[in-house]
């Protein structure tokens, strides 16, 4: 277990690609983490940064889009180079409900992926929408449906599946699926569209949210929101602590600690 | 009737723990839970002229018995900062606005702003361990420290805390230029200059390399240095450094604080430290028959060996 304080080195195993810009790597070692939760990755001599365990277990993982400096440095790491890893942090999702419904918006489907192959171990029902801006972006699809997922595509640009947002689909789907519980990662906009689609239904819902984060164990306050530490009372929330947040979809602090538009 | 409400250079607090600088307390909403969850006083992160983004990442490590952090003095500036200010003291609890500079007139600017700005008190933080040309060459040098204070005391109408580096082998020498200057109170400690380096990966974990020790490791220090302090000036002493029970407090108390600051205790114990460590301080007092926390202030330099 590698649930101790402090930096754990990690040798790569493999690091593949799943699109075009995100791949998986996988650290040969353990680490047993609830979906939701992430690590801070650290690229020695780098960066180091927040990310979701997308495989959580032996031979843990995580799925990353390759964006600026410290993803191209990870994105270059062959078999065998080290990685520093502290945590798992935070609050995860926690499995509620019989028919589920989960929302996975571009590289959001990373702690929603795990989630899917916990939920269908208890053999309960799950819809899952898969969003992306084209088809070629679309994350962990096969996986998904091999763990027994309905699966429902979406694309902005309508390569695959229903053409339009998923937060759209998810709309259609709280009526028509009928959930009693939903659960959703991806871009802010997104999570603001559901939160408000479920409020108005009266369905339960949990959301991971993202902001700029240092330490990763609530004490620097670069990811305040609302004077709520999203590193250590999140990323997960549930709809009720959701809702009060006058900053979600609108503000976000700026490395600087600046507040800047989401 | 146990009384651990204290006044401390004109502020009345209800309880001697404060909120150290840097710690939950770069925005408004952040200050307003920590002020909810019991503590008497807050210090804002420190704040200079321009935004700064900080060291780059890995800015903490977590150790067995504290943190090393080299986070780089992020903040946004003095003017965004102000509204933060001003919101963050409708929490009903004293606000002390931290600041730096690389210079006195700088560091004397921002005082007068952070006072304007409506901040209780003014701490100068003349003592950051890791960041470049800011706290740790000016704070180490006790004519500067005692300019620093003098213009700030001069720029604003509030009390001006000094707080002190213990990265020096003359830390009273530094107390003792700051009550020279005018300063209202000193604050001792700041972090130990440290560093941590990872054996698999051969270098340094810090982005910055270098940062700050704190929490459990560094309690043994900072109750020397506030003990120095408190022989070698008349001016109060806040203490800072592993902080995390009400024995803790207590300790510093005896060696001569009218009060304390808890940074690192945040992570050890979350934000309910404030009202446990106040709690943990009362019972103390019963147990051993005193009244007011003034009861207990440097009394360990009374019975010495
Ligand atoms: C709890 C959490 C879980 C995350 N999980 C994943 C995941 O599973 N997969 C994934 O691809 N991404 C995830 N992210 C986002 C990921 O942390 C950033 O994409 C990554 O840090 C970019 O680093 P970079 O050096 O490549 O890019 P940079 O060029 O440094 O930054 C690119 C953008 O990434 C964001 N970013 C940079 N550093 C941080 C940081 N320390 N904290 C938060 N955001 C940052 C900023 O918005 C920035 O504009 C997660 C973020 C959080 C907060
Ligand atoms: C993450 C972190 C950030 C800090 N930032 C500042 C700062 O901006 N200004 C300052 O004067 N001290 C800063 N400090 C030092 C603390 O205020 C305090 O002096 C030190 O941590 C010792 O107290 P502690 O053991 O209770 O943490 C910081 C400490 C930590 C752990």
């Known amino acids: 277990m590698l649930t101790l304080a402090g930096i754990r080195l990690l040798s790569v195993r493999k690091n593949s690609s799943e699109t075009a810009s995100v791949k998986t790597v996988r650290l040969g070692g353990e680490l047993e983490a609830v979906p939701g939760q992430f690590v801070m990755v650290w690229v020695p001599g780098k960066d180091e940064f927040p990310m979701s365990v997308s495989y959580p277990g032996s031979n843990f993982g995580i799925t990353y889009q390759v964006l600026g400096e410290g993803t191209r440095a990870l994105a270059e790491m062959a078999n065998g180079k080290k990685v520093g890893i502290r945590g798992p942090y935070g609050r995860g999702f926690s499995i509620k409900g019989r028919k589920l419904l989960m929302i996975g918006g571009g590289v959001g489907m990373a702690p929603i992926a795990p989630l899917v192959d916990i939920a269908r171990a208890k053999r309960l029902s799950v819809d899952l929408v898969i969003g992306a801006k084209t088809s070629d972006d679309l994350l962990f699809e096969r996986r998904a449906t091999r763990a027994g997922a309905k699966v429902h595509i979406s694309t902005d640009d309508g390569t695959k599946g229903f053409k339009g947002f998923a937060s759209e689909l998810a709309t259609e789907l709280l009526d028509s699926a009928g959930p009693d519980h939903v659960f959703a990662c991806g871009p802010e906009k997104m999570i603001v569209k559901i939160v408000a689609a479920a409020s108005r239904r009266k369905i339960p819902m949990q959301a991971s949210l993202e902001r700029h984060m240092k330490c990763g164990i609530g004490i620097c306050d670069s990811c305040a929101l609302d ?5 250590k009372e999140g990323p997960v929330f549930p709809l009720e602590e959701l809702r009060k947040f006058g900053d979600l979809g609108v503000t976000k602090l700026d490395p600087a600690g600046r507040r800047v538009p989401v | ?48 002229i321009e935004p700064r983004s900080g060291h780059p990442n890995p800015s903490v490590v977590e150790l067995e018995d504290g943190l ?4 780089g003095l992020p903040n946004p500036g003095i003017d965004l900062f102000s509204k933060e200010v001003k919101e ?39 003592s950051c361990p890791h960041a470049k040309g800011y706290g740790a060459e000016l704070g180490s040098s006790p004519e500067r420290v005692e300019t620093s ?128 460590v106040c709690r943990e301080i009362s019972q103390f007092m019963k147990e051993n028959g005193y009244d007011s926390v003034k009861e207990m202030l440097g009394v360990a330099h009374s019975g010495r060996h």
């Open chain 2, 88 to 126: 963050a003291r409708k929490g009903g609890v004293p606000i002390i606005g931290s600041v730096f500079g690389g210079t006195e007139e700088e560091i004397a600017e921002l005082a007068g702003m952070m006072a304007e700005a409506g901040a209780d008190a003014v701490e100068l933080n003349l």
């Open chain 2, 1 to 48: 009737m146990t009384d651990i409400s204290v006044e401390v250079c004109g502020l009345r607090l209800r309880n001697p723990t404060m909120l150290a600088s840097g710690v939950l307390d770069e925005t408004a909403r952040s200050m307003l839970a920590v002020a909810k969850s019991g503590a008497g006083a807050i210090v804002t992160k420190s704040i200079g």
């Open chain 2, 149 to 276: 204070c003098r213009l700030a005391k001069r720029a604003c109408g509030v009390p001006v805390f000094a707080k002190l580096t213990p990265n020096t082998s003359y830390i009273a020498e530094l107390a003792k230029a700051a009550e020279r200057g005018g300063a209202d109170a000193v604050v001792a400690i700041n972090t130990l200059k440290g560093m941590a380096i990872d054996p698999e990966a051969g270098m340094p974990i810090l982005g910055n390399r270098f940062g700050g020790l704190s929490g459990p490791a560094i309690k043994p220090v900072g109750i020397r240095c506030v003990y120095e302090i408190y022989e070698s000036v008349e001016i109060p002493v806040i203490g800072v450094g592993g902080v995390t029970t009400g024995r803790d407090a207590v300790e510093y108390i005896m060696a001569g604080a009218q009060a304390v600051q808890l940074g690192t205790a945040v992570w050890i114990r979350g934000e309910k430290v404030f009202r446990e």
């Open chain 1, 227 to 231: 004077g709520v530490h999203v590193c």
């Open chain 2, 68 to 71: 090393l952090n080299a986070m």
